[in-house]
Protein backbone atom coordinates (compact mmCIF):
# COMPACT_ATOMS: atom_id res chain seq x y z
CA UNK A 1 0.00 0.00 0.00
CA UNK A 2 1.33 3.12 -0.92
CA UNK A 3 2.60 5.35 2.44
CA UNK A 4 1.18 8.30 3.69
CA UNK A 5 3.58 10.81 4.56
CA UNK A 6 4.00 14.76 4.02
CA UNK A 7 6.31 16.12 1.69
CA UNK A 8 7.13 20.01 1.16
CA UNK A 9 7.54 20.06 -2.34
CA UNK A 10 6.84 22.71 -5.15
CA UNK A 11 5.40 21.08 -8.15
CA UNK A 12 7.31 22.27 -11.27
CA UNK A 13 4.89 22.16 -14.43
CA UNK A 14 7.43 21.18 -17.12
CA UNK A 15 8.16 18.13 -14.86
CA UNK A 16 4.62 17.20 -14.27
CA UNK A 17 3.93 16.89 -18.23
CA UNK A 18 7.00 14.79 -18.58
CA UNK A 19 5.32 12.78 -15.45
CA UNK A 20 1.69 12.56 -17.95
CA UNK A 21 3.37 12.14 -21.49
CA UNK A 22 5.56 9.05 -19.95
CA UNK A 23 2.24 7.28 -18.22
CA UNK A 24 0.09 7.82 -21.38
CA UNK A 25 3.18 6.06 -23.50
CA UNK A 26 3.32 3.44 -20.50
CA UNK A 27 -0.91 2.67 -20.67
CA UNK A 28 -2.19 3.68 -23.85
CA UNK A 29 0.85 2.77 -26.15
CA UNK A 30 2.08 -0.27 -24.87
CA UNK A 31 5.56 1.42 -24.05
CA UNK A 32 7.26 -0.17 -21.51
CA UNK A 33 8.33 1.91 -18.33
CA UNK A 34 11.57 1.87 -18.12
CA UNK A 35 12.07 3.32 -21.82
CA UNK A 36 9.71 5.68 -21.47
CA UNK A 37 11.41 7.13 -18.61
CA UNK A 38 14.07 6.98 -20.36
CA UNK A 39 12.72 9.38 -23.17
CA UNK A 40 11.41 11.50 -20.51
CA UNK A 41 14.91 11.97 -18.72
CA UNK A 42 15.87 13.39 -22.57
CA UNK A 43 13.53 16.81 -22.60
CA UNK A 44 15.83 18.60 -21.12
CA UNK A 45 19.48 18.84 -20.55
CA UNK A 46 18.88 21.67 -17.95
CA UNK A 47 17.18 18.84 -15.23
CA UNK A 48 19.59 18.03 -12.11
CA UNK A 49 19.03 14.54 -10.81
CA UNK A 50 16.73 15.92 -8.15
CA UNK A 51 14.39 17.08 -11.13
CA UNK A 52 15.34 13.28 -13.15
CA UNK A 53 14.78 11.44 -9.78
CA UNK A 54 10.99 13.29 -9.70
CA UNK A 55 10.11 12.65 -13.26
CA UNK A 56 10.95 8.51 -12.40
CA UNK A 57 10.14 7.85 -9.32
CA UNK A 58 6.50 9.58 -10.14
CA UNK A 59 5.90 7.55 -13.12
CA UNK A 60 7.11 4.10 -11.68
CA UNK A 61 5.05 5.06 -8.65
CA UNK A 62 1.72 5.70 -10.39
CA UNK A 63 2.11 3.20 -12.61
CA UNK A 64 2.61 0.45 -9.51
CA UNK A 65 -0.41 1.80 -8.00
CA UNK A 66 -2.61 2.25 -11.08
CA UNK A 67 -5.57 0.75 -9.90
CA UNK A 68 -5.80 1.95 -7.06
CA UNK A 69 -5.55 5.59 -7.82
CA UNK A 70 -7.48 4.98 -11.08
CA UNK A 71 -10.37 3.80 -8.54
CA UNK A 72 -9.97 6.59 -6.36
CA UNK A 73 -10.29 8.80 -9.06
CA UNK A 74 -13.19 7.14 -10.37
CA UNK A 75 -11.63 6.88 -14.25
CA UNK A 76 -12.00 4.13 -16.26
CA UNK A 77 -9.56 2.30 -18.73
CA UNK A 78 -8.14 3.69 -21.70
CA UNK A 79 -7.23 6.52 -19.68
CA UNK A 80 -6.86 10.05 -21.26
CA UNK A 81 -4.96 12.68 -20.49
CA UNK A 82 -7.29 14.47 -18.01
CA UNK A 83 -7.73 10.80 -15.97
CA UNK A 84 -3.98 10.84 -15.72
CA UNK A 85 -4.28 14.43 -14.46
CA UNK A 86 -6.55 12.96 -11.65
CA UNK A 87 -4.74 10.11 -10.70
CA UNK A 88 -1.90 12.45 -10.64
CA UNK A 89 -3.64 14.53 -7.57
CA UNK A 90 -4.39 11.19 -6.40
CA UNK A 91 -0.77 10.63 -6.05
CA UNK A 92 -0.20 14.37 -4.55
CA UNK A 93 -2.82 14.00 -2.00
CA UNK A 94 -1.80 10.83 -0.71
CA UNK A 95 1.90 12.23 0.16
CA UNK A 96 0.83 15.67 1.48
CA UNK A 97 1.83 17.52 -1.48
CA UNK A 98 -0.32 20.88 -1.57
CA UNK A 99 -1.44 21.30 -4.96
CA UNK A 100 -0.73 24.05 -7.16
CA UNK A 101 -3.68 26.06 -8.53
CA UNK A 102 -3.48 24.65 -12.34
CA UNK A 103 -6.43 24.30 -14.56
CA UNK A 104 -5.17 20.46 -14.85
CA UNK A 105 -5.74 19.60 -11.25
CA UNK A 106 -8.65 22.19 -9.80
CA UNK A 107 -11.18 21.64 -7.63
CA UNK A 108 -9.59 18.18 -6.07
CA UNK A 109 -11.73 16.79 -3.25
CA UNK A 110 -8.53 16.18 -1.58
CA UNK A 111 -11.04 14.76 1.63
CA UNK A 112 -12.92 12.31 -0.48
CA UNK A 113 -9.44 10.85 -1.61
CA UNK A 114 -8.29 10.43 1.64
CA UNK A 115 -11.78 8.16 2.61
CA UNK A 116 -11.57 6.61 -0.42
CA UNK A 117 -8.21 5.46 -0.07
CA UNK A 118 -9.15 4.28 3.56
CA UNK A 119 -12.23 2.38 1.90
CA UNK A 120 -10.55 0.72 -0.94
CA UNK A 121 -7.29 -0.50 1.21
CA UNK A 122 -9.50 -3.60 2.78
CA UNK A 123 -9.79 -4.95 -0.83
CA UNK A 124 -6.46 -6.47 -1.48
CA UNK A 125 -6.85 -6.35 -5.25
CA UNK A 126 -6.95 -2.21 -4.97
CA UNK A 127 -4.52 -2.03 -1.45
CA UNK A 128 -1.95 -4.22 -3.52
CA UNK A 129 -3.33 -2.70 -7.18
CA UNK A 130 -3.47 -5.56 -9.06
CA UNK A 131 -5.61 -7.07 -11.95
CA UNK A 132 -8.19 -9.59 -10.64
CA UNK A 133 -7.01 -12.38 -11.99
CA UNK A 134 -3.44 -11.80 -11.05
CA UNK A 135 -4.67 -11.81 -7.33
CA UNK A 136 -6.49 -15.23 -7.86
CA UNK A 137 -3.53 -17.14 -9.62
CA UNK A 138 -0.89 -15.52 -6.47
CA UNK A 139 -3.59 -17.08 -3.94
CA UNK A 140 -3.96 -19.93 -5.83
CA UNK A 141 -0.27 -21.36 -6.46
CA UNK A 142 1.05 -19.10 -3.03
CA UNK A 143 -1.87 -19.56 -0.44
CA UNK A 144 -1.50 -17.67 2.87
CA UNK A 145 2.18 -16.33 1.43
CA UNK A 146 0.73 -13.90 -1.47
CA UNK A 147 -0.47 -11.35 1.17
CA UNK A 148 3.15 -10.39 2.29
CA UNK A 149 4.65 -11.63 -0.88
CA UNK A 150 2.95 -9.13 -3.13
CA UNK A 151 2.79 -5.95 -0.54
CA UNK A 152 6.61 -6.96 -0.82
CA UNK A 153 6.79 -7.11 -4.51
CA UNK A 154 5.18 -3.27 -4.47
CA UNK A 155 8.25 -1.45 -2.88
CA UNK A 156 10.29 0.04 -4.84
CA UNK A 157 13.44 -2.31 -5.42
CA UNK A 158 17.31 -1.76 -3.72
CA UNK A 159 19.87 -1.11 -5.92
CA UNK A 160 22.78 -3.50 -5.83
CA UNK A 161 25.78 -3.76 -7.64
CA UNK A 162 27.82 -6.95 -8.53
CA UNK A 163 31.58 -6.88 -8.25
CA UNK A 164 33.22 -7.59 -11.46
CA UNK A 165 36.01 -10.02 -9.22
CA UNK A 166 37.99 -9.83 -13.15
CA UNK A 167 39.05 -6.65 -11.79
CA UNK A 168 38.56 -5.93 -8.28
CA UNK A 169 37.16 -6.74 -5.30
CA UNK A 170 34.50 -5.33 -3.53
CA UNK A 171 36.31 -3.51 -0.63
CA UNK A 172 38.01 -1.70 -3.31
CA UNK A 173 34.93 -1.14 -5.31
CA UNK A 174 33.51 0.31 -2.24
CA UNK A 175 36.40 2.94 -1.98
CA UNK A 176 36.44 3.86 -5.29
CA UNK A 177 32.28 4.13 -5.40
CA UNK A 178 32.47 6.33 -2.17
CA UNK A 179 35.42 8.48 -4.07
CA UNK A 180 32.88 8.97 -7.18
CA UNK A 181 30.10 10.30 -4.81
CA UNK A 182 28.36 6.98 -3.93
CA UNK A 183 27.93 5.11 -0.81
CA UNK A 184 27.36 0.98 -0.84
CA UNK A 185 27.20 -1.34 2.00
CA UNK A 186 28.21 -4.98 1.95
CA UNK A 187 25.47 -7.74 1.78
CA UNK A 188 26.33 -9.81 4.15
CA UNK A 189 24.66 -13.42 2.43
CA UNK A 190 25.97 -12.22 -1.19
CA UNK A 191 29.66 -11.86 -0.73
CA UNK A 192 30.19 -9.99 -4.42
CA UNK A 193 27.23 -7.66 -3.48
CA UNK A 194 27.06 -3.95 -2.84
CA UNK A 195 24.09 -2.10 -2.21
CA UNK A 196 23.67 1.90 -2.65
CA UNK A 197 22.82 3.37 0.27
CA UNK A 198 20.90 6.24 -1.62
CA UNK A 199 19.49 5.87 -5.56
CA UNK A 200 21.92 7.63 -7.75
CA UNK A 201 23.19 6.84 -11.16
CA UNK A 202 25.85 4.86 -11.26
CA UNK A 203 26.11 4.29 -15.14
CA UNK A 204 27.87 7.89 -15.24
CA UNK A 205 30.67 6.62 -13.39
CA UNK A 206 34.54 5.74 -14.23
CA UNK A 207 34.04 2.84 -12.29
CA UNK A 208 31.19 1.39 -14.40
CA UNK A 209 32.64 2.69 -17.80
CA UNK A 210 36.00 0.88 -16.24
CA UNK A 211 34.37 -2.40 -16.20
CA UNK A 212 34.53 -2.75 -12.47
CA UNK A 213 30.96 -3.85 -11.68
CA UNK A 214 27.03 -4.36 -13.22
CA UNK A 215 24.11 -3.64 -11.93
CA UNK A 216 22.32 -7.11 -10.69
CA UNK A 217 19.87 -7.69 -7.91
CA UNK A 218 21.10 -9.67 -5.09
CA UNK A 219 18.97 -12.62 -5.80
CA UNK A 220 19.99 -13.05 -9.44
CA UNK A 221 23.43 -12.74 -8.30
CA UNK A 222 23.07 -16.57 -6.64
CA UNK A 223 22.10 -18.56 -9.88
CA UNK A 224 25.80 -18.39 -11.07
CA UNK A 225 27.30 -19.71 -8.22
CA UNK A 226 24.59 -22.48 -7.48
CA UNK A 227 26.18 -24.38 -11.14
CA UNK A 228 28.78 -24.98 -8.43
CA UNK A 229 31.30 -24.19 -11.65
CA UNK A 230 35.13 -24.66 -11.74
CA UNK A 231 38.14 -22.73 -14.10
CA UNK A 232 38.55 -24.49 -17.13
CA UNK A 233 35.05 -26.31 -17.32
CA UNK A 234 33.11 -25.53 -20.78
CA UNK A 235 29.67 -23.71 -19.47
CA UNK A 236 26.72 -23.73 -21.58
CA UNK A 237 24.14 -20.64 -20.89
CA UNK A 238 21.49 -21.11 -23.14
CA UNK A 239 19.42 -18.06 -23.13
CA UNK A 240 21.67 -15.74 -22.22
CA UNK A 241 20.33 -12.67 -23.35
CA UNK A 242 22.66 -9.39 -22.62
CA UNK A 243 24.74 -11.75 -20.38
CA UNK A 244 24.10 -10.51 -16.73
CA UNK A 245 24.76 -14.11 -15.41
CA UNK A 246 26.93 -15.09 -18.30
CA UNK A 247 29.22 -12.29 -16.86
CA UNK A 248 29.14 -13.61 -13.32
CA UNK A 249 30.07 -16.65 -14.57
CA UNK A 250 32.96 -15.69 -16.62
CA UNK A 251 34.79 -14.06 -13.23
CA UNK A 252 33.71 -16.99 -11.43
CA UNK A 253 35.60 -19.46 -13.99
CA UNK A 254 38.65 -16.45 -13.82
CA UNK A 255 38.69 -16.73 -17.38
CA UNK A 256 39.59 -19.81 -17.75
CA UNK A 257 37.76 -22.62 -19.57
CA UNK A 258 35.23 -21.76 -22.17
CA UNK A 259 31.25 -20.24 -21.84
CA UNK A 260 28.79 -20.60 -24.97
CA UNK A 261 26.35 -18.23 -24.77
CA UNK A 262 23.63 -18.92 -26.37
CA UNK A 263 20.12 -16.72 -27.10
CA UNK A 264 17.08 -16.93 -30.40
CA UNK A 265 18.18 -12.79 -30.26
CA UNK A 266 21.20 -11.78 -32.13
CA UNK A 267 20.96 -8.44 -30.95
CA UNK A 268 21.02 -9.28 -27.55
CA UNK A 269 24.18 -10.94 -28.03
CA UNK A 270 25.95 -8.03 -29.57
CA UNK A 271 25.32 -6.53 -26.10
CA UNK A 272 26.69 -8.82 -24.24
CA UNK A 273 29.73 -9.35 -26.36
CA UNK A 274 29.77 -5.11 -25.31
CA UNK A 275 29.39 -5.91 -21.78
CA UNK A 276 31.72 -8.68 -21.93
CA UNK A 277 34.37 -6.50 -23.28
CA UNK A 278 34.12 -3.57 -20.99
CA UNK A 279 34.32 -6.17 -18.08
CA UNK A 280 37.54 -7.81 -19.21
CA UNK A 281 35.63 -11.20 -19.49
CA UNK A 282 37.40 -13.17 -22.38
CA UNK A 283 36.26 -17.10 -22.31
CA UNK A 284 32.73 -15.91 -23.45
CA UNK A 285 31.49 -17.23 -27.19
CA UNK A 286 28.43 -15.94 -28.57
CA UNK A 287 26.00 -18.20 -30.89
CA UNK A 288 22.73 -16.78 -31.88
CA UNK A 289 20.24 -19.66 -32.31
CA UNK A 290 19.11 -19.69 -35.69
CA UNK A 291 18.90 -23.03 -36.13
CA UNK A 292 18.24 -26.56 -34.18
CA UNK A 293 22.03 -27.58 -35.46
CA UNK A 294 23.44 -24.79 -33.28
CA UNK A 295 21.22 -26.47 -30.47
CA UNK A 296 22.40 -30.20 -31.98
CA UNK A 297 26.03 -29.95 -31.98
CA UNK A 298 26.26 -29.07 -28.34
CA UNK A 299 24.49 -32.30 -27.49
CA UNK A 300 26.50 -34.33 -24.37
CA UNK A 301 28.84 -31.36 -24.37
CA UNK A 302 28.67 -29.12 -21.15
CA UNK A 303 30.08 -29.70 -18.07
CA UNK A 304 27.19 -27.45 -17.01
CA UNK A 305 24.34 -25.59 -18.48
CA UNK A 306 22.25 -22.75 -17.45
CA UNK A 307 18.63 -22.38 -18.42
CA UNK A 308 17.54 -19.27 -16.97
CA UNK A 309 14.16 -19.34 -18.76
CA UNK A 310 12.03 -16.93 -19.87
CA UNK A 311 8.95 -16.47 -17.66
CA UNK A 312 5.72 -14.61 -16.40
CA UNK A 313 8.90 -12.31 -14.04
CA UNK A 314 6.72 -11.74 -11.38
CA UNK A 315 9.50 -12.37 -9.04
CA UNK A 316 10.81 -8.72 -10.29
CA UNK A 317 7.46 -6.56 -10.00
CA UNK A 318 9.39 -4.03 -7.75
CA UNK A 319 11.53 -3.39 -10.40
CA UNK A 320 9.11 -3.62 -13.53
CA UNK A 321 5.77 -2.65 -12.33
CA UNK A 322 4.08 -2.06 -15.46
CA UNK A 323 4.14 -5.85 -15.75
CA UNK A 324 1.43 -6.52 -13.76
CA UNK A 325 -0.86 -4.29 -16.79
CA UNK A 326 0.86 -5.88 -19.55
CA UNK A 327 0.96 -9.67 -18.54
CA UNK A 328 -2.31 -11.80 -19.25
CA UNK A 329 -3.98 -15.05 -18.41
CA UNK A 330 -3.04 -16.42 -21.80
CA UNK A 331 1.22 -15.77 -21.54
CA UNK A 332 1.31 -17.46 -18.52
CA UNK A 333 0.08 -20.81 -20.08
CA UNK A 334 1.91 -20.22 -23.32
CA UNK A 335 5.69 -19.09 -21.51
CA UNK A 336 5.02 -22.52 -19.03
CA UNK A 337 4.95 -24.84 -22.39
CA UNK A 338 8.06 -23.17 -23.81
CA UNK A 339 9.87 -23.74 -20.37
CA UNK A 340 9.11 -27.48 -20.09
CA UNK A 341 10.17 -27.91 -24.28
CA UNK A 342 13.42 -25.65 -23.27
CA UNK A 343 13.88 -27.83 -20.64
CA UNK A 344 13.49 -30.92 -22.99
CA UNK A 345 15.58 -29.79 -25.74
CA UNK A 346 18.62 -27.68 -23.66
CA UNK A 347 18.92 -30.74 -21.44
CA UNK A 348 20.28 -32.69 -24.08
CA UNK A 349 23.77 -30.60 -24.27
CA UNK A 350 24.77 -31.64 -20.49
CA UNK A 351 27.44 -34.40 -20.84
CA UNK A 352 27.51 -37.51 -18.68
CA UNK A 353 27.66 -36.65 -15.57
CA UNK A 354 27.57 -32.92 -16.02
CA UNK A 355 25.04 -30.54 -14.29
CA UNK A 356 22.30 -28.36 -15.30
CA UNK A 357 20.46 -25.62 -13.50
CA UNK A 358 17.05 -24.97 -14.33
CA UNK A 359 16.12 -20.73 -13.20
CA UNK A 360 13.69 -18.60 -13.36
CA UNK A 361 12.48 -14.42 -11.81
CA UNK A 362 9.17 -16.04 -11.13
CA UNK A 363 7.67 -16.56 -7.53
CA UNK A 364 4.93 -19.27 -9.04
CA UNK A 365 5.19 -23.64 -8.27
CA UNK A 366 3.94 -23.86 -11.61
CA UNK A 367 6.98 -22.33 -13.61
CA UNK A 368 9.19 -23.79 -10.83
CA UNK A 369 8.76 -27.12 -8.96
CA UNK A 370 6.08 -28.22 -11.01
CA UNK A 371 7.89 -27.99 -14.13
CA UNK A 372 10.89 -30.02 -12.83
CA UNK A 373 8.25 -33.14 -11.80
CA UNK A 374 6.92 -32.69 -14.92
CA UNK A 375 10.55 -33.05 -16.92
CA UNK A 376 11.68 -35.49 -14.32
CA UNK A 377 8.79 -37.68 -16.00
CA UNK A 378 10.15 -37.28 -20.01
CA UNK A 379 12.73 -39.63 -21.18
CA UNK A 380 14.82 -36.93 -21.42
CA UNK A 381 14.47 -36.17 -18.02
CA UNK A 382 14.48 -39.50 -16.71
CA UNK A 383 18.56 -39.08 -16.78
CA UNK A 384 18.76 -36.37 -14.21
CA UNK A 385 18.26 -36.05 -10.44
CA UNK A 386 17.79 -33.21 -8.13
CA UNK A 387 20.62 -32.15 -6.27
CA UNK A 388 19.37 -28.78 -5.07
CA UNK A 389 17.19 -26.49 -5.28
CA UNK A 390 16.43 -22.45 -3.86
CA UNK A 391 13.38 -20.73 -3.77
CA UNK A 392 13.38 -16.77 -3.04
CA UNK A 393 10.99 -15.29 -1.91
CA UNK A 394 10.77 -11.29 -2.14
CA UNK A 395 8.69 -10.89 1.02
CA UNK A 396 11.75 -13.10 3.09
CA UNK A 397 14.82 -11.61 1.36
CA UNK A 398 13.99 -8.20 0.35
CA UNK A 399 15.40 -8.91 -3.09
CA UNK A 400 13.69 -10.41 -6.00
CA UNK A 401 11.52 -13.45 -6.51
CA UNK A 402 13.33 -16.43 -7.76
CA UNK A 403 14.00 -20.17 -7.50
CA UNK A 404 16.60 -22.18 -9.12
CA UNK A 405 17.32 -26.10 -9.26
CA UNK A 406 20.60 -28.10 -9.48
CA UNK A 407 20.63 -31.21 -11.53
CA UNK A 408 22.90 -33.94 -12.03
CA UNK A 409 22.94 -35.95 -15.13
CA UNK A 410 23.61 -39.74 -15.19
CA UNK A 411 27.08 -41.29 -16.04
CA UNK A 412 30.41 -40.04 -15.52
CA UNK A 413 32.56 -36.69 -16.79
CA UNK A 414 35.01 -37.45 -19.63
CA UNK A 415 38.17 -35.01 -19.27
CA UNK A 416 37.72 -34.31 -22.84
CA UNK A 417 36.68 -30.84 -23.59
Known amino acids: MPPFKTISMRLHRNLVFAVIDGLLEIFNEGVYADKSVQKQL ?31 AE ?8 DLWRMFAVWCTLRGIKLPEW ?32 DELGE ?37 LAEEGHETENLKLYKDALQLKERGNVFGTKAFKDGLFEVQDASSQLVAPFL ?25 MDNKGQIIALDIYGNKLKELKRRARRAGAHNIETRTIDSTKVVKKLYNSGDRVLIDAPCTGLGVLSRNPDAKWKLKPDFVEKIKKIQQELLVDYSKMVKPGGKMVYA ?19 PEGSDFKIEKQKTVLCSESGYDGFYMCLMVKKGTVSNEQ
Open 42 to 72: KRDKRWGSRDRGFVAETIYDIVRWKRLYAAI
Open 75 to 82: VNEPLERK
Open 103 to 134: PQIEDTPTRRIKGRFDELSHERKYRESIPDWL
Open 140 to 176: KELGAKWDAEIAALNQQAPVVLRTNRLQTDPESLKAI
Open 228 to 252: GIEPGMRVIDTCAGAGGKTLHLAAQ
Open 360 to 378: TCSILPSENQEQIKKFLKT
